[in-house]
Nanobody, 115 residues
Framework: QVRLVESGGGLVQPGGSLRLSCAGS????????MKWYRQAPGKQREFVAQ???????SYADSVKGRFTIFRDNAKNTVYLQMNSLKPEDTAVYYC?????????WGQGTQVTVST
């Protein structure tokens, strides 16, 4: 059974940092592109960042320079380091695993940036 479990969300003040984790199981993690998306209240889900098997990364313009995605294939885990957080980063953050063999989503973790 495929599972993606996000963790690390919470409440943080503007300018603060959080690290999200997404642990995968039930599939060959290293063969998948791992992605982070987010969905703010009343808005569509949007792409945040992705990392390919070989380590190549790309980011949405809104988070470039502030967020870093990285993966540990030995732990079947992908991370999203979020620095210099802004109130507009408030959203539910979702992990996605994608390849020609499958397309899986996690249940999401809430990130709230507020004073």
């Amino acid at each position: 059974q495929v599972r993606l479990v996000e963790s690390g969300g919470g409440l943080v003040q503007p300018g603060g940092s959080l690290r999200l984790s997404c642990a995968g199981s039930g599939f060959t993690f290293s063969n998948y592109v791992m992605k982070w998306y987010r969905q703010a209240p009343g808005k569509q889900r949007e792409f945040v960042a992705q990392i390919f098997s070989g380590g190549t990364t790309s980011y949405a313009d809104s988070v470039k320079g502030r967020f870093t995605i990285f993966r540990d294939n030995a732990k079947n885990t992908v991370y999203l380091q979020m620095n210099s957080l802004k109130p507009e980063d408030t959203a539910v953050y979702y992990c996605r695993a994608q390849s020609l063999m499958g397309d899986y989503w996690g249940q999401g973790t809430q990130v709230t940036v507020s004073t």
